[in-house]
């Protein structure tokens, strides 16, 4: 081992926390134990038994559900006589009328391609490891875009607008809400659900050795 | 290192950290060797872009409440109704309780968050000893809250792809829902280029000053 080696690895031993830099020794928390930064309190390390193989199974029903999303009915209305029937795609495009493409264009990304674009790069990322293989190359990559992408993912923003929509609407006429509305309704459900298992510095750990051939639990 | 509850940080030790993955690498590093993601001890940039996407937010947000967010086309009378307007309106016809949840929505919470984004920005380019705990919160609601004022377009988009019903009743989009959206999202990369690192180094100064003070 050359020296430039032996440091790389003396710093493996030690991380730093992102929000405030505080330096820490790198020792993993138990399962369902949490490593706290004593200066800004943000979480460092929550591990949970068993989360990789349920991120990949989220990550996969939100590609399912996003695909049938976008073929089946969203929302019909109806008043006197008159009816009108939207998917998500006119939702989305609902701009295209008054010059605004661009702003067609931004929503159709935020709630449709950003989620699907994350799920797919998490099961990209992640999926070898559940067969006990070494990850892809770019898996690292793969897993820091979807988290860089984190924020931007605005599909359960678009649910309580649909919602808020509705309210407005109740009134002026009756509405019907489709199957596309359910599925959008419980795929929020499952990004919360996603965001709460998926630990950053635990998967980070978990491709680290699957790289190095070690078995991860 | 007296109030802060810790040994050290990466930066004092020659360090720097990653901000994806939380491994260090000594200074020299450019490039995070385990996830591939720039390296900057202090993004000494920082600070300039968040007040330049802080700035655009801002102008995009005075046309997103001048202008309509909605027109709505009554049999053949066309009615614009301002962010603003529209809460007035609820409140002239009773609503009172929604006419709150869109004013906050859409006016004092977009508010606040320039406010909030200001004050951190001013309190690390003027060394201010406010409170680092009460600051981090600050920052992290309006990380977490800056998204959500995306809604407001969701609903304009949603009820104009609903509301077209031929002659009696649709609704289009106003111009105001473009800036208002550009506004949001101005604010967000705002909030994201801003280095929270910069809030935790004033006090690391502050104690360096006082140990220097009280050498013997």
């Known amino acids: 081992m050359s020296i430039k080696d032996e440091q790389t690895a003396a710093l493996a031993d030690l991380i730093a926390c992102p929000t405030c830099d505080a330096l820490y020794q790198n020792v993993e928390p138990q399962f369902q134990q949490r490593a706290v930064c004593t200066r800004c309190h943000t979480v460092l390390s929550a591990p949970i038994k068993g989360s990789v193989a349920r991120i990949v199974a989220l990550a996969i029903a939100v590609v399912v559900f996003l695909i049938a999303a976008v073929f089946l009915p969203f929302l019909r209305i109806e008043a006197n006589g008159f009816k009108n029937a939207s998917s998500i795609f006119d939702a989305a495009f609902s701009f295209s009328a008054a010059h605004l493409v661009v702003l067609s264009i931004a929503v159709l990304i935020l709630i449709l391609f950003i989620p699907m674009a994350r799920a797919a790069l998490l099961i990209f990322a992640l999926s070898p490891l559940l067969l006990q293989r070494p990850p892809f190359r770019g898996a690292y990559l793969a897993f820091r875009w979807s988290e860089d992408l984190r924020p931007w993912s605005m599909a359960e923003i678009f649910v309580l607008g649909v919602g808020v929509a509705l309210v407005k609407i109740v009134d002026l006429a009756r509405v019907e809400v489709g199957a596309a509305f359910w599925l959008f309704s419980i795929l929020v459900v499952f990004n919360v659900f996603q965001d709460t298992l998926l630990c950053r510095s635990s998967v980070w750990r978990a491709l680290d050795r699957a790289r190095n051939g070690v078995r991860n639990d | ?216």
């Open chain 2, 1 to 216: 290192m007296i109030d802060s509850g810790i040994e050290t940080t990466a930066r004092q030790q020659g360090l720097v950290a990653c901000t994806h993955c939380s491994r260090v690498w000594p200074t020299a590093a450019t490039q995070c060797q385990r996830c591939g993601a720039k390296l900057t001890s202090r993004d000494a940039r920082s600070l300039s872009r968040v007040w330049a996407w802080w700035m655009l937010g801002l102008i995009c947000y005075i046309p997103a409440n001048i202008y309509p967010m909605l027109e709505t086309k009554l049999l053949f009378k066309v009615s614009g109704g301002t962010i603003v307007g529209g809460a007035v309106e609820l409140f002239a016809h009773g609503a009172v309780a929604v006419a709150l949840v869109i004013l906050l929505a859409s006016v004092a919470i977009p508010l606040a968050k320039f406010g909030a984004i200001a004050y951190l920005a001013l309190s690390v380019q003027q060394g201010w000893q406010s409170n680092q705990h009460r600051r981090m919160q600050i920052y992290e609601v309006v990380e977490f809250v800056g998204r959500w004022s995306m809604i407001d377009v969701f609903v304009v988009a949603v009820l104009s792809s609903l509301v077209q019903l031929g002659s009696v009743v649709s609704i289009s989009p106003g111009p105001a829902s473009l800036t208002f959206a550009l506004s949001v999202v101005c604010t967000m990369l705002a909030a994201r280029s801003f280095d929270s690192r910069l809030i935790w180094d004033s006090i690391a100064k502050h104690d360096t000053n006082r140990d220097q003070v009280f050498k013997p």
